[in-house]
């Protein structure tokens, strides 16, 4: 039987074919947003980058399937209003802060609130139903993620 060799770059190649989203990080820390991208880089989606502001958010306007958005950021509490645009344009959003209590539930900005800190198997199981919600199939909501009364998703 002969071996097989896989280069990194087959390996990653794999893994995009696998998981093809856009995912984009909106944090201000930037440890926490480098950490956040490696994490989900290596569980095999297209980490299109990150972003610290509203103003360097909407660069990606209409570039990424998933969003993943803090709060508040370094030019205040615009995660809703950022939310909102990656919404209209068709993105998966959830926002991630350490206040989920923060965030009014009825929104229809986003689908739903991740509490901080996120471990790796949570941020897993939180893409995983975010893009299989996106492929239009039924799955399980991870207990992590908390669903807005008025998500997208809910009214589909």
Excluded: W
């Excluded at 947003?33 to 980058?49: K, M, N, P, S």
């Excluded at 939180?126 to 998703?153: D, H, M, N, W």
């Amino acid at each position: 039987m002969e071996r097989k060799n896989y280069s990194p770059r087959s390996l990653d190649m794999k893994k995009q074919a696998r998981f093809p989203y856009k995912v984009l990080v909106i944090e201000d820390h930037f440890l926490i947003a480098a950490a956040a991208e490696q994490a989900i880089a290596d569980l095999g989606y297209e980490v299109i980058g990150a972003a610290a502001s509203r103003t360097h958010a909407l660069e990606y306007l209409g570039k990424a399937d998933i969003a993943l958005i803090d709060l508040n950021l370094l030019d205040g509490a615009s995660g809703l209003e950022i939310a909102r645009d990656f919404t209209k344009h068709g993105a998966s959003v959830v926002i991630v802060t350490a206040n989920p209590e923060a965030v009014p539930l009825d929104t229809d900005s986003a689908i739903g609130v991740l509490a901080k800190p996120v471990d790796d198997a949570s941020l897993s199981r939180v893409l995983k139903y975010l893009a299989s919600r996106r492929e239009g199939r039924e799955i399980r909501c991870p207990r992590e993620l908390q669903l807005f009364t008025g998500s997208p998703l809910l009214e589909a």
